[in-house]
């Protein structure tokens, strides 16, 4: 395992994964203080600093290189896992008290025939509202328009305990007429799709056949071997109708999420982020992303131990996570 994590909020580039990476040095003695243009480059190669200072990630004054990201040392993380499990205990509390509507509408869903209500719950809610719903709405209230925003964090040998226990990570990807989603923590490998063809374990023509296969059981009851093998029978498959009901709900769960952190949490988040070291080089927007993603990666945790939520499926590495498909 490195020293630090690299990852974004979006669709991000190929290559800022591997120059941050090469940079992992560089970004551990800025965060700590500002170096040199010549002393940086006796940590990484010029042509990954160059990239950097393009992209904006790092920056130069008057020859000294700084940060210019969200990038958390491992006090801050510590510090943004007791933000996560203060704020999402009060998310939670209030989806179970405050959104009983949401069973109204989910109930008009056709894949409510083949899998549970608290599975779909999971993905509709943790994943579609708190996730990817309110991140969008974050982003048309700030106006940005970046294609993704980099982030990177400090990592020690204890990190996967302190991460298991927080459902924050949506993967999907499209493979002919079908989105394949997972969600889960980040912890460990996921047994699901879009994973396994990103992990080079099974082709993209395979997992086009399991779609037509998942949408002929939802069609006509026929459980097909595929299904079987790769144990998609009773994850829910979102037609197109269904597809439209699940993000109305989204939207509104997202939109009622923000109106109750705008008058019960804001001033007291931003308190608790203005104490974090990455304060000093982390606009508040993108430092605030960060912590939403702790919240409701508690939230959700909260969910499935309060029986809201279905309790995720378990690779062998750890990882947790739910999975399904929309046409």
């Not at 690299?6 to 800022?16: D, I, K, L």
């Not at 203080?33 to 160059?50: F, G, H, I, R, Y």
């Not at 499209?174 to 989105?179: D, N, R, S």
């Not at 430092?287 to 409701?296: K, Q």
Request: hydrophobic share 40%.
């Amino acid at each position: 395992m490195g020293r630090i994590m690299v990852y974004v909020c979006g669709n991000g580039e190929r290559e800022y994964w591997e120059h941050a990476y090469k940079a992992e040095e560089l970004i551990l003695k800025v965060s700590k203080s500002p170096v040199s243009t010549k002393d940086a480059l006796q940590l990484v190669d010029k042509e990954s600093l160059t990239y950097l200072l393009q992209k904006g990630i790092l920056k130069e004054e008057s020859g000294q290189i700084k940060l210019n990201f969200c990038f958390t040392p491992w006090e801050d993380v510590l510090k943004l896992r007791e933000i996560g499990v203060k704020h999402g205990e009060t998310v939670a509390e209030y989806l179970i008290e405050n959104l009983k509507w949401v069973e109204d509408d989910l109930k008009r869903l056709n894949c409510l025939k083949h899998s549970k209500l608290e599975y779909i719950r999971f993905a509709i809610v943790g994943c579609y509202a708190l996730d990817l719903r309110f991140l969008t709405m974050l982003e048309n209230k700030w106006g940005e328009n970046r294609k993704f925003i980099p982030y990177a964090r400090e990592i020690r040998d204890n990190w996967v305990d302190i991460a298991k226990d927080f459902y924050w990570g949506c993967h999907s990807a499209k493979f002919g007429e079908y989105t394949f989603y997972s969600f889960g923590n980040h912890a460990g490998s996921r047994n699901a799709f879009p994973d396994l063809v990103w992990s080079e374990k099974v082709k993209e023509d395979e997992v086009e056949t399991l779609g037509r296969a998942l949408e002929e059981l939802y069609i006509n009851g026929k459980i097909s071997g595929i299904l079987e093998k790769y144990k998609y029978v009773g994850v829910p498959f979102f037609d197109k109708p269904d597809a439209e009901i699940a993000w109305q709900v989204a939207d509104k769960v997202g939109s009622d999420v923000e109106k109750f952190i705008i008058k019960e949490r804001w001033d007291v988040l931003k308190e608790d982020l203005s104490k974090l070291r990455a304060s000093q080089w982390c606009t508040f927007e993108e430092l605030f992303i960060e912590a939403w993603h702790w919240i409701f990666g508690w939230a959700n945790n909260v969910l499935i131990r309060e029986g809201y939520f279905i309790d995720p499926e378990e690779s062998e590495d750890g990882g947790r996570y739910i999975k399904w498909v929309s046409a």
